[in-house]
Each structure stands twice: as structure tokens, then as C-alpha cells.
Antibody, heavy 118, light 106 residues
Framework: EVQLVESGGGLVKPGGSLRLSCAASGFTFSSYSMTWLRQAPGKGPEWVSTISSSSRSIYYADSVKGRFTISRDYSKNSLHLQMNSLGAEDTAVYYC???????????WGQGTLVTVSS | VLTQSPGTLSLSPGERATLSCRVSQTVTSSYLAWYQQKPGQAPRLLIYGASNRATGIPDRFSGGGSGTDFTLTISRLEPEDFAVYYCQQYVRSPWTFGQGTKVEIK
């Protein structure tokens, strides 16, 4: 069974940083691209970033480019999102998801809440 | 841009629900999905390719439409169907979602 478990969320002040993690199990982690999405309160989900299975290709939404960095650790089957220069607009539940290529997101984690507030 | 309507649908159990998703650019039917989300949970994939039910999804859920107009129909609402529903296009990067339709108990 595919399992994705996010951690690392919390309350951070504007301009601060946070590092999210996603522990993956139940599938061959190195065979899949992985994606972070987020969902602001009362809004639909928003794609944030994707890293390819080999880590050679990385993509970011314009809204986070230059501030967020996605990475993965094959030895620990984990996905990470380093978030810097956080602003109120980054307040959201952050989900990791297994990327299915040209197919919708079938496997999501339970999410971790990031709140940016002074 | 994906525009969902109505914003809220107030219905009783047993009634039929019809949700709409309009896309600003033509989406090949193969690349339109619907999700269900309950409070505190991640979205759950219901429909992919506009009309194909994901594994384990009851047949009271059906998807249709083409081009720029798509629908999700729940033939007879069960108590567990009251939730928020999102459409998503995955034909053009970045994948984008609608703002959601809440189906609430009348």
C-alpha cells in the first residue's frame, strides 16, 4: 500500500523558513517523480513543485520560484521542500503526492499545515 | 482557468447532484479529473479522463462532457457524499484545479 506522510509544518513568521518532509513507502520511490501541492484555506489545491525520479528535472510554480527548493533522499525514501522568504500567501496545507505522469494524482499524503503569521 | 459552478449545492440525501466545470481553453477529454474532499482529508480521485471512475468509486458517480464543459453527476446522494468537489486539468503544465463546489445537506 502506498503511504505518504508529511511532516515539518508549523507556525512561522513572515520572512522565515521551514523545511517540509514526506516519508514514502509501499512503492519503489526511485521510479516515480514526486510532487508538492498546497491548498490555502477555502481554496482549491495548487501545484507547487515536481522533481523527477532521477532528480535531473525540477519544476516550480511561478509563485514559489526562487524561494522554494524541492529535493529527495533516495536512501531514506523521502521528499523535501525547503521554503524560504515565506509570506502570508504561503499559508496552506502542503501535500506530497506521487506523480503519475499524464494521469491525475491518485496518492496523496495527509498534509501538513504551514501558517505564516506574525 | 477552471471555473466550477455552483459554488454550493444544497440537496437532500437521495437527490441527484450535477456539478459543472468550465475550462478556459479546450481540454482533451482524456485530461480532466474530478476529486472529492472531506474536511481534514486529502482530495480523493473520483474520475479521470473525464468519464472513467477510479478504482473503488461507486457507480453513482459519473463524469461527462468535452471540450470546455464538463460535468460530474452523483445519481443519488448518500450521506457520505456531502463534501467539496474539485475538477482538475492535466493536459497543460502546470496542472490546475477549480475552486470547488460544496455539496451540503439541505
Amino acid at each position: 500500500e502506498v503511504q505518504l506522510v508529511e511532516s515539518g509544518g508549523g507556525l512561522v513568521k513572515p520572512g522565515g523558513s521551514l523545511r517540509l518532509s514526506c516519508a514514502a513507502s509501499g512503492f519503489t520511490f526511485s521510479s516515480y517523480s514526486m510532487t508538492w501541492l498546497r491548498q490555502a484555506p477555502g481554496k482549491g489545491p495548487e501545484w507547487v513543485s515536481t522533481i523527477s525520479s532521477s532528480s535531473r528535472s525540477i519544476y516550480y510554480a511561478d509563485s514559489v520560484k526562487g524561494r522554494f527548493t524541492i529535493s529527495r533522499d533516495y536512501s531514506k525514501n523521502s521528499l523535501h521542500l525547503q521554503m524560504n522568504s515565506l509570506g502570508a500567501e504561503d499559508t496552506a496545507v502542503y501535500y506530497c503526492a506521487r506523480d503519475e505522469g499524464r494521469f491525475p494524482f491518485l496518492h496523496w499524503g495527509q498534509g501538513t499545515l504551514v501558517t505564516v503569521s506574525s | 482557468v477552471l471555473t466550477q459552478s455552483p459554488g454550493t449545492l444544497s440537496l437532500s440525501p437521495g437527490e441527484r447532484a450535477t456539478l459543472s466545470c468550465r475550462v478556459s481553453q479546450t481540454v482533451t477529454s482524456s485530461y480532466l479529473a474530478w476529486y472529492q474532499q472531506k474536511p481534514g482529508q486529502a482530495p480523493r480521485l473520483l474520475i479521470y479522463g473525464a468519464s472513467n471512475r477510479a478504482t473503488g468509486i461507486p457507480d453513482r458517480f459519473s463524469g461527462g462532457g468535452s471540450g470546455t464543459d464538463f460535468t460530474l453527476t452523483i445519481s443519488r446522494l448518500e450521506p457520505e457524499d456531502f463534501a467539496v468537489y474539485y475538477c482538475q486539468q492535466y493536459v497543460r503544465s502546470p496542472w490546475t484545479f477549480g475552486q470547488g463546489t460544496k455539496v451540503e445537506i439541505k
